[in-house]
């Protein structure tokens, strides 16, 4: 079964720093275009960022300076450096990213992580 499973997230104060990765198991030919998104509650689920096969990078505005998307392709993993957290910064973040299987592209989602920025 292919999935894709968080880690990193946690509790900090406003002005620190936490990473998140996220590892896709299982049987996964390739990955094609990753990202991170989250929810806050009452919010719907935004983007944060995104990464290419190829390493090219998108970033909402909001985040942007801030927060650096990375991947390692041979650990098939993503990640989310994230600095000079703010408290509005606190959610559910998720990764998302679209993976060949059996020659077919499946997007998947994880499980999601929680960050939470204290004032």
């Known amino acids: 079964q292919v999935q894709l499973v968080e880690s990193g997230g946690g509790l900090v104060q406003a002005g620190g720093s936490l990473r998140l990765s996220c590892a896709a198991s299982g049987i996964v030919a390739s990955i094609k275009a990753m990202g991170w998104y989250r929810q806050a509650p009452g919010n719907q689920r935004e983007l944060v960022a995104t990464?290419?096969?190829?390493?090219?990078?998108n970033s909402a505005d909001s985040v942007k300076g801030r927060f650096t998307i990375s991947r390692d392709n041979a650990k098939s993993t993503l990640y989310l450096q994230m600095n000079s957290l703010k408290p509005e910064d606190t959610a559910v973040y998720y990764c998302?990213?679209?993976?060949?299987?059996?020659?077919?592209?499946?997007?998947?989602w994880g499980q999601g992580t929680q960050v939470t920025v204290s004032s």
């Open positions: 998302n990213a679209d993976l060949v299987v059996a020659g077919t592209t499946v997007r998947s």
């Open positions: 990464i290419t096969s190829a390493g090219n990078t």
